[in-house]
């Protein structure tokens, strides 16, 4: 049987995080594995606190599981420190694992707080260049074109300290505005693209949070050396349901499944997308708030 390891959040209401991820992985027909990155108090009202697990209990937690079971597919979702980014940095480039798909979740809709800039500085420059695909939705996709930009920026700034002038901060500060303000006008295709150019993995932008008759997402893959790559647009109709928690992660673990069962990724995604349609069509209702989409709508072996 395929091997999917889910390296996330708990989400004890259990639409979310691991216990979601769970549920798709054996909605697919895979075998599901899980290492929890900190515990959250939450239910489909919202989020309301989150603690980590130690770095060195994570590092244990993966590495025990990793030296027995090898994953055909890993699946990573809510991570909280630099830290814990560190260790499973570490342990992909040990165990040389591949399909590595990176569900870069940084807020909840409502709540507080995940991953914080530092972590997301982070994510970008040491996880995603290792992954076969990220994530992101479009309020992600937008908040990490802007941390490129402004790391870049900054890098920048350092290297022009000793001479600079009052007039120099003026202009760096107003050309970050302007940065800040084109990230923020960029269409799903050109983020994809930007994110995907500058760090060396496949993007798909997903589409809940835009406008639209239709949810679509769209996926940026380099298509040579040169990177300068192709869009793929994955499209279906937008389903009105109040039972919408845990799509992001229901869709990166289908992606996982799909993949561990040996789909190239185009094929993976497009079942990924059917996963989650159905799993909203099913318009569950669990819950008083944002119910779980119905992890158990598809499944398929
Ligand atoms: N109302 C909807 N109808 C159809 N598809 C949807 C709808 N909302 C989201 N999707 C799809 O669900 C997947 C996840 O997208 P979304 O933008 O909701 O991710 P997310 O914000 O990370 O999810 P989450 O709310 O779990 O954090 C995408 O494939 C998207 O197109
Ligand atoms: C633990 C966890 N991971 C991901 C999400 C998705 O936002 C959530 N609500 N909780």
Redesign the pocket.
């Known amino acids: 049987m395929p091997t999917v390891l889910s390296i996330a959040g708990s989400d004890p209401s259990g ?2 995080g691991i216990q ?1 991820d769970i549920k798709t992985i054996f909605a697919e027909g895979c075998y599901g594995m899980g290492a929890v990155t900190g515990l959250t108090v939450q239910n489909t009202l919202g989020v309301y606190d989150v603690m980590p697990v130690p770095t060195d209990f994570l590092y244990r937690q993966i590495d025990e599981t990793l030296s027995d079971i090898r994953p055909d597919a890993i699946k990573i979702g809510m991570i909280v420190s630099t830290e814990q980014i560190d260790v499973i940095v570490g342990l992909i480039k040990r165990y040389g694992l591949e399909n590595v798909i990176v ?1 870069p ?1 940084i807020a ?2 409502s709540g507080v707080e995940f991953a914080n800039d530092e972590v997301m500085k982070c994510m970008i420059e040491k996880l995603f260049p290792l992954s076969t695909l990220v ?6 996709a937008k908040r990490i074109c802007e941390i490129i930009e402004n790391f870049n920026l900054q890098v920048e700034g350092k290297w022009q300290m000793q001479s600079q002038t009052q007039s120099q901060v003026q202009t760096q500060s107003q050309s970050q505005t302007q940065i800040k303000r084109k990230a923020a006008n960029l269409s799903m295709p050109e983020l994809a693209c930007f994110i995907g150019q500058n760090c060396g993995c496949s993007v ?1 932008i ?5 406008e639209g008759d239709d ?3 769209y996926l940026w893959t380099a298509s040579d050396d040169d990177r300068i790559g192709c869009i793929t647009e ?1 499209k ?6 109040t039972s ?8 990166s673990s289908s992606i996982a499944a799909n993949m561990a069962k040996g789909h190239m990724l185009e094929a993976a995604i497009y079942r ?2 059917e996963y ?2 159905t799993a ?1 069509k099913s318009d569950m209702r669990i819950g008083t708030g ?1 119910g779980s989409v119905n992890h158990g709508a598809l499944a398929r072996q």
């Open positions: 639409g979310a979601g569900d979740v909840p809709t994530t992101p939705n479009l309020p992600e798909l997903k589409g809940g949070h835009a949810a679509t997402d994955f279906d109709e937008r389903v009105e349901t919408s928690h845990g799509t992001g992660c229901a869709l990924g997308k989650v349609t909203l944002n």
